[in-house]
């Protein structure tokens, strides 16, 4: 099945790692790759990650004002499924925060009392809760498509860590698979930006791949 970069689908299996040097696969990604519209070739992006020691299955951030939960679905071959679930713009209401956001990070909140929250008003709310972390992440991410799958190579600032990302998307896991082994990451662990972030501030006690 042809995908198209930016285009709707139904959910991708995804590959993704951090590192602290992925030049060879980055290298060998860039060569492989077609031709790729301007619009993706290189994108800039300060973000905000909402991490809770109570959720790995929702990824939360926050970019240009929205708010944007993606849902994990299921693991297959070394990759993962994930399904987006909510995009919703500041201010937000009571009844979102109640029922959608607070249930993903599988914590309870406090008792609301106004109606509708800014985004600063929000993030005080994260702020009071002792099991989440607001985190800071800036993205400056470099697009291709290599055997028919959207990659990404991405210099990535976690709080002041600087860490490099590569990643490769698809409906069709073959042909994700086919490309892991083409770039040298087969023999690599998949890790999201939910578990990266969580290694790299310490909520979770394992390695980046180096």
Sequence with gaps: M???IGEISKPRFEFRTFGK??????????ELSIPIPES????????????SR???YNNIKIRDGRLDIKTF???????????PKMKVEFPISKKVINNDIFPALNV????????EYQLPEFLNLIGKNEYLHEVKVNKERFGYMVNNTICEIANVRINDV???????????IED????????????????NYLEAIKRVIGMTNKPLVN
């Design 162 to 172: 600087k860490l490099v990302s590569i990643n490769s998307e698809s409906t069709e």
């Design 73 to 83: 679905v299921k693991k297959l071959n070394g990759l993962e499924q994930w399904n």
């Design 40 to 51: 993706v070739r290189l994108r800039r992006s300060e973000e905000i990650y909402i991490v």
């Design 21 to 30: 040097d992925l030049s060879e696969s980055s290298k060998l990604m860039a």
């Design 54 to 56: 109570a959720n790995n």
């Design 176 to 191: 994700i698979i086919k490309t892991l082994y083409d770039v040298k990451l087969n023999n690599i662990e998949n890790i």
């Design 2 to 4: 042809k995908i198209e």
């Design 108 to 115: 309870k909140i406090q008792r609301l009392i106004k109606n």
